[in-house]
Each structure stands twice: as structure tokens, then as C-alpha cells.
């Protein structure tokens, strides 16, 4: 009989092995891999339920061995009031890609929070423009704190308007960040954002609150809560306007805020400028001019679990961390 020893790996042990500035050279090295056709695009399977629903991603990561990631996320957007829950839960499996076998189970929460921000700073690194200095982050749970962190390690912002429908935590998340950079937590939205240069929509919202009036040319928009069909941040005239790169274009289409444009007959597929990673691998140029309006659909795509998840495991390993469990075969 042989023994197969799986590494089991909790939030803290996560957060520990895998720093951000980790994360987001990770994601862009991924996306350029991608771009360059040597890692292969994958779909996304969803189950709803009346009260939110489960997601799988699946990524391959080609290598010697080569890693099999599938990662496993529920999201309940009541859990916080009804239960004390996060909103988000779920797991990631890594598998060896030579023979299948079961290498590690991670808590995909950090991770999850991770390479999402990882991902909105790569895009800011081609889409923004280099002298951005002022953003608004709409939304300020757990994700907003690591998407200012990540946009602040690429681009020299200096100041932070921060909106959340609820005040106290717009406060508080201003009170509390610790970066180079004055938080001001607001009310106005539209003022807010006339004065940006950058956007972040991190939100459980369901229909869209940032219009095209509001958004001044060079503004470089990162749409990160639409990450299931009903969800919407984004006018749908806005992201018609603007130049729209895609994490996937195969996933926007079906769950991003580009899927609302389509839906309203605004753009059609072939209207999305760029995959990301045709633009980090130098297939398409990024920001070409001062004025051009970019919005990055951020609907979470596997390679980025993948690559994030595979660090944690391989420096887990590394550190001789002995957190194991047996599958009997």
C-alpha cells in the first residue's frame, strides 16, 4: 500500500509564504507565459444557489514537474450579517501534472485577496498612466486594502478617496491602511471620481454605479467585483467607450461587466480591445496616449490561482513546513 502525503496549509500559513510584491510578479509572469501561448486558457463552473453559490477554476501550469491547480471558492454575500461568515470560502488542490497525485490543500481566502489586487496592479502597469497620483477605491472590505497596497507599488499615488455604503467602514478602512498616501474617506462619488486617475470598483453590486459622465479622459478603471453574471459596476456606455482588456475575454463575456454591455447592445465580442496577457507578452501595445480611457474587466482567472498557490506550495516545501495528511492507496 503506498502512502501519499498531502501538505495541508491554513490561512495564516498562506499569508505568511506569499507577500504580495511575490504575488504580483507572479500574476505578470504568468500573464506574459499565456500571452505567448505556453499556458493554456480554461473556463470557469459555476452552481448558484438562492443565497450565493460555488465556483471551480482549474489551471495548468506546463513545467517539469508541472502543477495542476484547482481551486474551489463559495461566496455568500449575507454571510457577514446572517452568520459571522466571510463572504468568500473555499479551498485550492495542487496536483503533481506527471502522475495526478495530490500535493497540497490551501485556504484560497489570502490567496483569493491576493492575486486578484496582484492582477488589478499588472493591468495599472500597462493601462494607467505613469503619473497617476489620485484614485478612488469603491468598496472597502478586505479586497480594497490589498488592491490600494498593490496599485501603490506601481504607480506614485498620493492620494485616496475611499467610498463604501457604509460610512463607519469607509472611516475605519481610512483610519486603519497603513501607505505612503492620504486615505479621505467621501460621500460623493461623482466628485470623487471627476478627480482620479484611477478607479477601483471592488463592490457585491448588482447594477452599476459608475457612469460615463463622471469618468475624465486618461482614467484607468479596474472592474473588480463583477465576478458572477448578476453582478455590475460599470456603466454599460462607459465600458462601451472605453478600451476594455479582458482577463479572459471567453469568462467577460459570460459573467464580467462586459457581459451587460453586450447584453445591452452596446458592444459585441469582438469590441474588447485585448486579452491582458496579449498585452504584458507585447502582442498589443497598452496605453499609447494620454487621454485614452482604460477599463480592466478583473473577473478572476485561474492562471493567477495557479501561479499564486504553486508559490505558496513550493516555498512551503523549502521551508520543510511538515503540516501533512495521508491518502491510503
Known amino acids: 500500500m503506498q ?23 507572479g500574476v505578470e509572469n504568468v500573464f506574459h507565459r499565456q500571452g505567448e501561448e505556453k499556458i493554456p486558457a480554461l473556463g470557469i463552473l459555476g452552481v448558484e444557489t438562492a443565497c450565493g453559490g460555488l465556483h471551480v477554476k482549474a489551471g495548468f501550469l506546463p513545467g517539469d514537474p508541472g502543477y495542476i491547480i484547482a481551486k474551489l471558492n463559495t461566496n455568500f454575500p449575507e454571510n457577514g450579517a446572517l452568520f459571522g461568515l466571510p463572504t468568500i470560502q473555499g479551498v485550492i488542490v495542487v496536483f503533481a ?19 486578484t489586487a496582484a492582477a488589478t496592479a499588472v493591468a495599472a502597469k500597462y493601462l494607467a498612466r505613469k503619473d497617476s497620483r489620485v484614485a478612488t477605491i469603491c468598496g472597502c472590505g478586505r479586497q480594497a486594502a490589498a488592491q490600494l497596497r498593490a496599485l501603490s507599488a506601481v504607480l506614485p499615488l498620493e492620494r485616496i478617496f475611499a467610498l463604501d455604503l457604509n460610512e463607519e467602514v469607509a472611516r475605519n478602512f481610512a483610519a486603519t491602511l497603513s501607505i ?28 452599476f454605479f459608475l457612469r460615463q459622465e463622471e469618468v475624465k479622459a486618461g482614467t484607468f478603471i479596474a472592474a473588480v467585483g463583477a465576478d458572477a453574471g448578476e453582478k455590475q459596476e460599470i456603466d454599460p456606455a462607459l465600458m462601451a467607450s472605453a478600451k476594455v482588456v479582458a482577463d479572459s475575454i471567453e469568462q467577460c463575456c459570460t459573467i464580467g461587466d462586459t457581459h451587460h454591455a453586450i447584453a445591452a447592445g452596446l458592444m459585441v465580442r469582438g469590441d474588447i480591445y485585448a486579452e491582458l496577457s496579449e498585452i504584458v507578452a507585447g502582442r498589443k501595445p497598452g496605453r499609447t496616449r494620454a487621454d485614452e480611457i482604460f477599463v480592466f474587466d478583473s473577473t478572476g482567472v485561474a492562471i493567477e490561482d495557479a501561479i499564486a498557490a504553486v508559490t505558496v506550495y513550493e516555498k512551503a516545501i523549502a521551508e520543510k513546513i511538515e503540516n501533512h495528511f495521508s491518502f491510503a492507496a
Open 180 to 207: 505612503k498616501c492620504k486615505i479621505d474617506p467621501v460621500q460623493d462619488l461623482s466628485e470623487a471620481i471627476r478627480q482620479s486617475d484611477v478607479v477601483v470598483t471592488c463592490t457585491p453590486s448588482r447594477r
Open 97 to 115: 501534472a506527471n502522475n495526478g497525485a495530490a500535493l497540497a490543500i490551501l485556504d484560497s481566502m489570502e490567496i483569493t485577496i491576493k492575486r
Open 3 to 25: 502512502i501519499e502525503a498531502v501538505l495541508l496549509l491554513n490561512r495564516s500559513d498562506v499569508e505568511a509564504l506569499l507577500s504580495l510584491t511575490e504575488c504580483i510578479e
